[in-house]
């Protein structure tokens, strides 16, 4: 499979004219896309070596955010080895290629519940949050709005949690925090373990600036819910906690109907039930 198999494989015309430029006489070795949303992830291999190619929709925004954290942030860790570098990519047409990462996707395999590995993970973390800080002002509020908006789209959350919840937000006082470069999903399914036990970090497609306990918040209701043993393990890696109170809890909150409306809205309702779990729990702080 070579040559204008591109054509058939992306979502727009431009998007393959510019891939077959970048990689000529390139075939696809695996298709790793999720299915949820418009974005597709190819493994390719072409004269020069193995990549990654992603594209999206021009509606899309989860490209645009990982050419950003690849100009922006994640220098660090192409450094050291844990994240593939940039080979190309065009803002306009929404795609990117980077290299192909060399390792097993941790979630769902023996390693997403050994310590070293969370231990590791927390130690990356630090090095990719220890970027310049920036102003705060306004983010929690922001944030705040989103989620409410989120409460008027469909979902199946009951009316009586839908109260409570939107009584809790509309109560909060605003914090200031300080906001650095995070990459939104960091969690088992972003993590790879090489043939050394390393482990890498793959799909900035969620990076933007935030508090630092925001990359915290789908460990602590997934992996950490259960295993306490790997949340230590993982802060004795990042060298501190980040998470304070009661910006945590308003953390925990909002992640919560995001994903409880998010899974939803795309119809995967395994991540539905988990976060209307999450959206009792987290109210059960308040």
């Known amino acids: 499979m070579t040559g204008g198999w591109w054509s058939e494989a992306l979502p727009t015309r431009a998007q393959a004219a510019l891939v077959e430029a970048w990689l000529p006489t390139s075939a696809l070795i695996a298709d790793l896309s999720w299915g949820q949303v418009d974005t597709r992830v190819l493994h390719v291999r072409a004269e020069q070596g193995e990549f990654i190619v992603k594209a999206a929709g021009l509606g899309n925004h989860h490209i645009g955010r990982e050419i950003t954290a690849h100009e922006r942030a994640t220098a660090p860790l192409v450094r050291r080895g844990a994240a593939a570098p940039l080979v190309a990519a065009d803002r306009d047409a929404n795609v990117l290629v980077t290299r192909y990462l060399e390792g097993r996707l941790v979630q769902g395999s023996g390693a997403e519940f050994a310590p070293d590995v969370h231990r590791q993970a927390g130690r990356l973390l630090r090095v990719f949050h220890a970027e310049a800080q920036h102003d705060g ?25 839908v109260r409570r919840a ?44 935030r508090p630092a306990a925001t990359d915290l918040a789908r460990l602590a209701v997934q992996q950490w819910r259960d295993e306490p043993a790997l949340e230590g393990a993982f802060l004795e890696g990042y060298g501190a906690d980040p998470r304070t109170e009661p910006d945590w809890s308003l953390t925990l909150l909002r992640e919560a109907i995001s994903t409880a409306v998010w899974s939803h809205r795309v119809g995967d309702e395994r991540f539905e039930r988990q976060g209307l779990r999450m959206l009792d729990e987290a109210l059960a702080r308040f």
Not at 137 to 154: I, S
Not at 171 to 200: E, F, K, M, Y
């Open 137 to 161: 002002a306004g983010y929690a509020q922001r944030q705040t709005e989103r989620v409410l908006a989120m409460l008027e789209q469909p979902h199946r959350i009951e009316a009586a949690i």
């Open 166 to 209: 939107r009584a809790v937000l509309r109560s909060s006082a605003p914090a200031h925090v300080p906001l650095i470069p995070t990459h939104g999903d960091w969690q088992p399914r972003n993590w790879l373990v090489d043939a050394t036990g390393s482990v890498r970090i793959i799909d900035f497609g969620r990076f933007d600036l």
